[in-house]
């Protein structure tokens, strides 16, 4: 049994190689490769992953797991061993279900509709990228209808992201949270704005750069681990848990987008240099879920990021970087001005107030999308007046509105909900911090991350995926996802910043 | 059969696909991965590269080769079904004969060794490269082993760089070439030397980087379908004929480093951007081997990049980017400057009298290696008194000797001599051109390089692997690689300079 194992291991890290390998050709895609690599690219990404779905998928693969199953129920349930070979069945079971042919086209059309996108936000043309959308959606209807039947055509998708999850569970906490939202909304509206024009003055490019590796450097990212470039639209990308770099994006005169977006990347970044090492090559590595992920972004980009005391420690340091600009606003002005509420147009840069109706406008346009009930030649109208309906403003072009993310033309339908669930879990994890580690306030006053970096890492990072997304939240806060404390933390937030 | 053409096609399209993503794997080792990804990097490149192996010699690409050879018979011997199948089963009859498992250990043992042999490099500690390296030849001596009886056993390897190519054959070029080549040099020194010193002021690295582009981009490098990068030993890299990337090196108190190292590496891009597309995705696409790759890096490098025309045109607006270094040093004693005989530590800075005396040290070790007569241990006394013997220098360091050159950290044995047979072939290229287009001097004098790349294109580039590299040469220049050209060209050239 133990050689069974060992059998099974070699073909997983095998999988595991070609999938970080393809991770590698993404991440050279948005950083690096030069627009005539397209074509080719795209059919080596999606080499690599009809690959690693064949392997994985292999009636071999399929036989060790069926052999494997008695000495699985030997094992301690907690153990390494058992909960790999408890994941491993469980993509091997949805993935048979997917031919490989599939895979690659599927693979192949997103790798494609990349460039065509990048293009399409430039020059402001929806058309463009439309029929790559489309083509997107019939080839999700197609992944969806191999696990028919299914209580909701978005289930399998949402499943990909977030294990287990369904897509009734997320309506369900999103009807709870977007009442709330809305209200709390109203609420502020009904006070007087605070400044936050000092932020949009013009920023050297190159001292925002510093800025912000020196904030994730004292944070606690390891730089022999990692690197930082620059992308359209910033994300992190891990390789192995010795390689895991981060993205970022300049604007001059803002100096909000790459503050808060590297302190964003660098959060995702921690979690996953702090998996276990022994779990790199196996399913176990990389981070449980894009809701967990989002969950440690989040909490360094908000809870944190955008918290008194991290700009009690701060707020000096980023004077000095810019000093025509913020020697004449106090801390306490600057502070609420990073935290002004003011519905917009462009889901990255918005206030935590309101950045989760512009998930749940997305999760609703994705739906309909899958349903059928919208057309893709429909979506920028939609997409419009839903933006009016929820925040009460519309962009004047599909640049600012429904071509602003990235996410679709990379074929990532069923991704959206995480982030705002990542919101959810991060109010979540801080109560709990704030039991654990009462001094919290003060540590980060002084610039002392280690103590809540070490919480993280031995709650949840050290893990990896060896647990369910939901499993993790229940274990580590005793509750299952919900929108009470992040309306908690919202709440308490805004009161003493807008006098509520 | 078209249809089992057209299946043999997509396992060698799927082939290609893996070989690539591989070398984007090493290109990111080399420019940008941090150094905690090394180990997972080597087992992702080995995992690749076994899997690559393993489709190529499936039992199924071995049947369809059989299947096919009745039809290939009917086939034009020149056309491209022909030649691909010939190029197919000369790779299948290669690679079956070697174990997928010592394809991966060696392959892990190369992308380990890489990150050593940096840091032996940098600390000048050979004693830390060594264990790397004796792993290394133990296992290429399996990798020979597995075509015994061989003539030499060194042939199997110079073969997977130069198709066809035998040890005897190279040291048949060389011990003609040798002689002559030290016969010139010990003519060359018995004259005044010319004045280079103007060469080794400091100069910005910025300007640097732009004058170069400024250069290549004259010449030709389309800079959609590629980018410049730094690494500390340069090269080029391709992924498709659409994206072809190169790397340089700027050293600030030296101006060759860059200014000749980026027209090298551009001369080895031209060949690859001039690939016919068609091949992409296919065993003909990619330069046809290392000589004839060689041959068109040092052609622009060397042939144009150091000719008087070339500065003819180039040279105002060196000046305009360096006035304080070149304002008072005429365009004569400039080329005579980057002319300049002086036998040195440094192969890739070395001139073009004393080149081809490193690559005939760099063969006559890995022969000596690989026949056992020499031990890796005893390899820096070894190289030691070769350069003295042959150059007349040693180094006082292994950083600037024996551990100089990134080849055999990556596993690259058998590969030095392409670079001498490169040199030769240039120069019969040189020739040929030069009959073909009469006035190509006056072309270069006034900027215009589009005649000379349209002829390399035609008659050399937009073959990609087509022809076997010796029969291109036949077929182009009408003879063998030889060294008489060459020592024409030297010897003119030197003439002139230095007064001989």
Known sequence: MENKLKQLKEI?????????????????????????GSEARSYQMATLKRLAHQRLTSSETGQLLEDLKPYAEQLDPDSDDACLLKVAQRRYDKNVKVPSELVMEFARAAGASHVVWTKAKAENKFSDFQPYLEKIIALRRQYADCFAPYTHVYDPLLDDFEAGLKTADVQAIFADLRAQQVSLLQEIAARPQVDASF????????????????????????????????????????????????????????????????????????????????????????????????????????????????????YPRLQEYFPAQFSNVSLETFYKGINQVSPSLIRVEADEATYNLHIMLRLELEIALMEGSLEVKDLPEAWNARMKDYLGVAPSTDSEGVLQDIHWSNGYIGYFSTYALGNLISAQLWERIQTDIPDLADQIRRGEFAPLLGWLREKIHHHGSKYEPQDLVQQVTGSKINAAPYMRYLRAKYSEIYGL
């Not at 595991?16 to 005539?36: F, H, I, K, N, R």
Request: net charge negative.
């Open 12 to 36: 997983l890290a095998e999988c595991v190689d070609l999938m970080y390998a393809g991770a590698l050709l993404e991440w050279d895609q948005q950083c690096y490769m030069p627009t005539g």
């Open 199 to 314: 932020l949009f003055l013009n920023f050297d490019e190159q001292k925002q750069w510093d800025f912000g590796v020196e904030a994730i450097t004292k944070i606690g990212y390891n730089w022999e681990c990692g690197r930082q470039d620059k992308a359209v639209h910033p994300f992190t990308s891990n390789f192995s848990s010795g390689d895991v770099r981060i993205t970022t994006r300049l604007t001059p005169d803002y100096l909000g987008t790459a503050l808060f977006g590297t302190l964003h990347e660098c959060g995702h970044a921690l979690y996953e240099l702090g998996v276990n090492p022994a779990y790199d090559r196996s399913l176990l590595g990389g981070g449980a879920s894009l809701a967990i992920h989002e969950s440690q972004s989040r909490l360094w980009e908000n809870l944190v990021g955008r918290s008194f005391p991290f700009w009690q420690y701060f």
